[in-house]
């Protein structure tokens, strides 16, 4: 089992910028890939980010590319997303999520652990 702990949500203007971070513990870390997705109200929780467990590869949604960074820290048990550029239709619950050894990188049904989520609001 891993368990998933995000932090770093919170109410930001347009423009503005936030870090999101997801602590892991319980199994190893590093054997698995990360991910971020979002969940706005009303709609279908979506793909946002990804890394390999080695960070060598690095994926990331239509809507996010360039103004996002995702990165790991496997010595820390810690995956990252930098949020740029805030837009109001950034707003969502942010979750983190531990990825099983099979099936699509951005597809939500292919991860195992998911964290408790935070909430980033965007103001205009």
């Known amino acids: 089992q891993v368990q998933l702990v995000e932090s770093g949500g919170g109410l930001v203007q347009a423009g503005g910028s936030l870090r999101l971070s997801c602590v892991a513990s319980?199994?190893?870390?590093?054997?698995?890939?990360m991910g971020w997705f979002r969940q706005a109200p009303g709609k279908e929780r979506e793909f946002v980010a990804a890394?390999?467990?080695?960070?060598?590869?690095?994926y990331y949604a239509d809507s996010v590319k360039g103004r996002c960074t995702i990165s790991r820290d496997n010595a820390a048990n810690t995956v990252y997303l930098q949020m740029n550029s805030l837009k109001r239709e950034d707003t969502a619950v942010y979750y983190c999520a531990g990825k099983g050894p099979y099936g699509s990188i951005s597809h939500d049904l292919f991860y195992n652990y998911w964290g408790q989520g935070t909430q980033v609001t965007v103001s205009s």
């Open positions: 319980g199994r190893t870390f590093s054997a698995y890939a």
């Open positions: 890394i390999s467990w080695s960070a060598g590869n690095t």
